[in-house]
Every structure is written in C-alpha cells, then in structure tokens.
C-alpha cells in the first residue's frame, strides 16, 4: 500500500481519541517529577533483549519484558514492571489502530481492558474496513516516557516517526487486569487526537527501529 494506507492508522486514531473509539487520550506529553529517585531510575531503565516483531506491516518491540507470547494478532506476557506496561501498551495501541477486520474483535476481546471504553469503540470500529497489511512508508515507534507508574495502573507516551518526519506523542493508560496489562480507554474522550512535538523528550527510553 502507499502512504495513504499509512494514514489509517491516525484515522483510526482519530476516532479513538476524539469519538467513541477511545483508547486512553493522546495528550500533551510531558514528564512529571518525582521525588522518589529510585521510581524514575525503573522507569527510564531500557528493556533487556531489544528486538523487533512485525505486525500488519509495522514493526513493534519485543523485549524481555514481553510480550512472551503471540498468538495470532494478540500479544500477552507482559513484565508488571515499567518496560513490561510500557510495550503492552505499544502492543495495544498500534495492534487495535491496524488489525484487519476479522481480527480486531479478538484484539478488543484481549488486549483491552473491559468497560464502556472498550464498548463503544467496538461499536465505531465496525465501521472502518481494514483488510490487508501496511508495505510500504510504515511509522516506526521510536520510544516512550513513562510519566507514572504504580503496579496497578501507568501512563505511557509513545513517540512515533512518520514517513514525513514528523513525530507524535500518544498518551496511553494501562491497567493491571488479571495477569496481563491491557491498555485502557477512557469513557468520554476530551482530548485531541493526536500531539506533534518537534523532538523526543530527553527522557525518552529510546527503541531503535530496524
């Protein structure tokens, strides 16, 4: 596909964070402080084992972290650490964002977390067609900036490279759900699509994509 076949993804994007199709806000990014010196020394640690996994023509980091397993278009086994909560949440973004039509329902089923959220953005979902991969001007994920992390519940903006150079930030928030992270969508979405930022941020755990 062409770039054109790009653009779905903010598309879909762009209903998940201005409609129904929420999938935790993109926010302006940024970096909250903290006074606990040993929370951001975890949270800006790189993950251990970078590789990289293909996805509907999109490359996603695999780490130690996770995810341990990939089963058809759903990846599980996420770390409960800040790397771990960190790709689960690229995993989810991007795998709901591209999955083709008879996959999503799977993706929505396992990856997100259950709740009105999720609901409606089935709802919108089925009225987008995606039917074969990205091949060629795919975005390449870049990195992420955990600004809060707890066992339970962490916010992760990922930063993403276009084929036109620039570069976004998506603020997603995960939850600990039975023994995986999965990615949460809020309820009622106020928040604009998507931030354009001119460069990463200095704290960025950096991926280097092949």
């Known amino acids: 596909m062409n770039v054109s076949c790009v653009r779905r993804i903010s598309s879909v994007a762009v209903l998940a964070f201005s409609g129904p199709i929420a999938a935790a806000g993109l926010l302006g990014c940024g970096v909250a402080n903290t006074s606990e ?30 995810p ?43 990856m997100l977390a259950p709740g009105p959220g999720r609901d409606s953005w089935a709802t919108a979902r089925v009225r987008i067609s995606i039917t074969a991969p990205i091949t060629s001007a795919a975005p390449k994920v870049l990195g992420y ?3 809060r992390y707890s066992l339970d519940a962490t916010d992760v903006d990922i930063y993403t490279i276009h084929s036109d150079d620039s570069i976004t930030c998506n603020s997603t928030h995960v939850l600990w759900h039975g023994d995986d992270w999965r990615l949460h969508l809020p309820d009622n979405p106020t928040t604009a699509p998507v931030t354009t930022v001119s460069v990463p941020p200095a704290e960025l755990v950096a991926l280097t994509p092949r």
């Open 145 to 147: 900036v955990i600004p």
């Open 68 to 110: 341990r397993r990939t089963e058809g278009p759903v990846a599980s086994g996420f770390d409960r650490s800040p790397a771990g909560a960190a790709f689960a949440a690229i995993h989810a973004t991007v795998r709901m964002s591209i999955a083709t039509d008879n996959q999503w329902p799977t993706v929505g089923q396992r």
């Open 37 to 66: 010196s040993a929370q951001v020394s975890a949270t800006a640690t790189a993950p251990i084992g970078l590789r990289w996994q293909s996805f509907q023509g999109v490359d996603l980091p695999v780490a130690d972290q996770g």
